[in-house]
């Protein structure tokens, strides 16, 4: 069993920057990706962010040139720099990683952005 911890969610003013950090138990460097999904309030769960096993970056068109997704294998962390931050960024951020084929996820951490 992987756990995944995330933290650094909170209340922000729109323009701010915010930084979330997920934490695993598991090497994060025999992943096969590691990401970050976002829920907003009824609507679907979607990709913000990935990271493939051998450091290849993708973005959903609504973060691009706004997030960025970094890890530190040493201490097995998985981050999203978020500048610019929109009202529409308001979701909970989940973050997901997958070894062997089975998909964890973590419990999530709240982003409220005020405009």
């Known amino acids: 069993q992987v756990q995944l911890v995330e933290s650094g969610g909170g209340l922000v003013q729109s323009g ?17 990706a590691m990401g970050w999904y976002r829920q907003a ?15 290849s970056t993708n973005y959903a068109d609504s973060v691009k040139g706004r997030f960025t997704i970094s890890r530190d294998i040493a201490k097995n962390t998985v981050g999203l720099r978020m500048n ?11 973050c997901n990683g997958v070894w062997n084929g089975i998909s964890y996820w973590g419990k999530g951490t709240l982003v409220t952005v005020s405009s």
């Open 16 to 32: 701010v920057s915010l930084r979330l950090s997920c934490a695993a138990s598991r090497s994060i460097f025999s992943a096969t």
């Open 41 to 55: 309030p009824g609507k679907e769960r979607e990709l913000v962010a990935d990271i493939s096993s051998g450091g």
């Open 84 to 94: 610019s931050l929109k009202s529409e960024d308001t979701a909970v951020y989940y």
